[in-house]
């Protein structure tokens, strides 16, 4: 007797938790239309995801935690504004909201908007709704969707380039920002903002329903009911221009002029991304790969096709793997634009060819072009406050409420302040001199290029210390630099609290990640303009061992470098192998008898012997570990002597 199997019932596709949530939140209206009505501190989980989505994140200050009672729960607003704008009234508007509702501190962020920390959820409400009031945003700040479209901060009037990208800017935010009424529902009590209408051509792209584009009989006809499967990120720049770290971005487009300085089309990168996760080697840093080419009639519709791939193909089971840049390196890059190109409709233009990208942050004074200038002000950290004789929020507030001059937030998480009269150049540059601003000639090089995550106290992911901390850090830098005989030397250092990039640290020359309590992996070997992603050189290292890690390689820099040659170069050229054994067999008193040499000083130094055979040991151990020896002698004698104690 044959037996026909029953037929397999297929079943769904396995999807993270949070596409759940994102269902059955009614284009983001559920549960936070709800539970913003209630008498309560904090969201429920699924409230804290969709919350995301309007440009907030719940946090809570880890510095006030106790045993047994609610943590001190509180909110961070961001905003959305392409290309870093933001006029002198929502400026204004922001800092009173810090004063009144937030932690009296601005954040500019390296995605160029603003976020206030501290906010009660009683107030979240209140504050969202003044900030749309006044010109501003939130609406997809944060959430698995578009994020701030990114372009360089410099308001050049006479280079139609540097035009075309914050336009361009500017309307990409607008075609890929979502439809649902949720945001002004609940902000607004329904009540429509007032606000710019997109540009003719982005109405038409938004109401072009292409097959296989545009999901039919959905209020979100571009995103569908799920939204992205992770954060989608964009930035427009200009040839040779790489102040928004094109390399990091999901999408990146370069303005491509013709002969006559019109705009033709744009060249585009795709793939990029830098978030991961420590012991999981499939998370990865990634830099964007040429794509090719596209007619500017056809970029609407392009990067609409690219968002459905990514939305369509994009790994919904797992977050840590849902990212763009996954579908570049397990597709390659052929099939990925063969892919783009079937909901494109056409093919994709070969690659035009561009100058060598340059970093720049636009600090100082400068020439727009039509006869005003504009002035990029330094914002260490991105922390906009008043502390000591330092009283940058005081100053940016009374420039702004005399001049109400347009600014623009770079990339490097500073200020560019646009449209001054050159009559008024003296009397705002002393407003800044007077408040302990320094000009961008009185700033250290290891400060000026630095960046730094927020991080603890108010970062849920965070594992250590990043922002409170990188000052101290920049300082035994410069005077380990200063000790090797490199005092003028100078390189792009970047630190995060967490492996998940904020501050961009694998494309820094000298990244610190945080890994655990107080303890760093190290990266290392960028190239300053960051166009190549570092690599990871050390693991948990406590920063009480920065000195003892680092003077080795600035030693060897010195010793071995090539003229004019970058650190990050440097490490880059000679391998970590190469590294690694130099530091492994460096011995730091070596250098100490050269200092003594050339100062004719002398510190004490407590000297051990050591049998032969121990030290050959020791020398074995620290080349196949890729540590100095006289960190392993330190760590060796510690135990030893913790052990006695024990």
Known sequence: MVTTPPRSIPTAPKVSKVEGIKERSNALREPVATEILQDTTHFSEDGIQILKFHGSYQQDNRDNRIKGQEKDYQFMLRTRSPGGFIPAQLYLALDRLSEEYGNHTLRATTRQGFQIHGILKRNLKTVLAEIIRNMGS?????GDINRNVMAPPATYKNQPAYMYAREYADRIADLLTPHTGAYYEIWLDGEKAITAEPHPDVIAARQQTREGVAIPNNEE?????????????????????????LFSQDVSLVVILNDRD???????????????????????????????????????????????????????????????????????????????????????????????????????????????????????????????????????????????????????????????????????????????????????????????????????????????????????????????????????????????????????????????????????????????????????MALDDLEVTLEPLFVYFKQSRNPEE??????????????????????????????????????????????????????GMATEQGKPMTELVNAAIEAYLNGLLS
């Open 138 to 142: 939130t609406l997809g700040a944060c």
């Open 221 to 245: 006809p571009l995103y569908g009911t799920y939204f992205m499967p992770r954060k989608f990120k964009i930035a427009v720049t200009v040839p040779g221009d790489n102040s928004v770290d």
């Open 566 to 619: 970058s650190f990050g170069d440097f490490c880059h050229r000679v391998g970590f192998d190469a590294l690694r054994q130099f530091a492994a067999s460096y011995d730091p008193t070596v250098l100490e008898t050269a200092i003594e040499a050339t100062t004719g000083s002398a510190r004490q130094r407590h000297r051990i012997s050591v049998r032969p055979e121990i030290y050959q040991r020791l020398k």
């Open 262 to 540: 019109e705009l033709e089309g744009f060249n585009v990168y795709a793939g990029g991304g830098l978030g991961r996760t420590h012991n999981k080697e499939e998370t990865i840093a990634r830099a964007a790969d040429a794509i090719g080419y596209v007619d500017k009639d056809d970029i609407y519709a392009l990067m609409q096709a690219i968002l459905a791939t990514q939305r369509d193909h994009g790994d919904r089971a797992n977050r840590r793997h849902a990212r763009m840049k996954y579908l570049l390196h397990d597709w390659g890059v052929d099939k990925f634009r063969e892919t783009v190109e079937g909901y494109f409709g056409k093919k994709i233009q070969p690659f035009r060819p561009l100058p060598e990208f340059k970093y720049e942050d636009y600090l100082g004074w400068h020439e727009q072009g039509d006869g005003k200038l504009f002035l990029g002000v330094s914002i260490e950290n991105g922390r906009v406050k008043d502390e000591g004789s330092f009283r940058l929020k005081t100053a940016l507030r009374l420039i702004e409420e005399k001049f109400a001059l347009p600014m623009r937030l770079t990339p490097n998480h500073n200020v560019v302040l646009s449209e001054i009269d050159p009559a008024h150049r003296e009397e705002i540059q002393g407003i800044l001199d007077r408040h302990g601003i320094k000009k961008e000639t009185e700033i250290d090089p290891l400060v000026r290029y630095s960046m730094a995550c927020p991080a603890l106290p108010t970062c849920g992911l965070a594992v250590t210390e990043s922002e409170r901390i990188l000052h101290s850090v920049l300082d035994r830098i410069r005077a380990l630099l200063v000790k090797v005989g490199l005092p003028q030397e100078s390189l792009v250092t970047r630190m995060t609290g967490c492996p998940n990039g904020c501050a961009r640290p694998y494309l820094a020359e000298l990244g610190f990640v945080g890994q655990s309590p107080d303890r760093y992996q190290i990266w290392l070997g960028a190239e300053p303009n960051q166009t190549r992603l570092s690599a990871p050189y050390l693991d948990n």
